[in-house]
């Protein structure tokens, strides 16, 4: 049986589990996650304009690209579930 993997379908199993996605993504990685965010945010060279962190969740690979960079740079997050949005925001 086709998986259902429509946008709607997609956004719905999101903010179905916002709440607990850092902490599912924390403890299924290991704690990894956070090590590859600090190494993909290392591994940009600094932009001279803003970043655009595409499906950014609850934020925490744009927020590993603050840390690194500071305010100097204009970090933009976009995402379709409101849900994990609201916790980036937070
Ligand atoms: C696995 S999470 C990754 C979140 C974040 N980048 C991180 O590092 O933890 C994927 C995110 O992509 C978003 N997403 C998936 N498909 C999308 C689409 N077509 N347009 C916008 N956002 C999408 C989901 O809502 C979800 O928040």
Avoid at 58 to 87: K, N, P, S, W
Wanted: charged share 25%.
């Amino acid at each position: 049986m086709a998986v259902d993997k429509s946008g709607q379908r997609v956004r719905a199993m999101f903010a179905q589990i916002a709440r607990r996605y850092d902490f599912l993504n924390h403890f299924l990685s290991g704690g990894t996650d956070v090590y590859w965010r600090w190494r993909t945010a290392r591994a940009v060279s600094v932009p001279a304009g803003p970043i655009l962190d595409v499906c950014t969740g609850t934020g925490d690979l744009a927020f590993a690209f603050r840390r690194r960079l500071g305010d100097d740079v204009a970090i933009i997050g976009t995402d379709f579930t409101h849900e994990m949005l609201v916790l980036a925001q937070r």
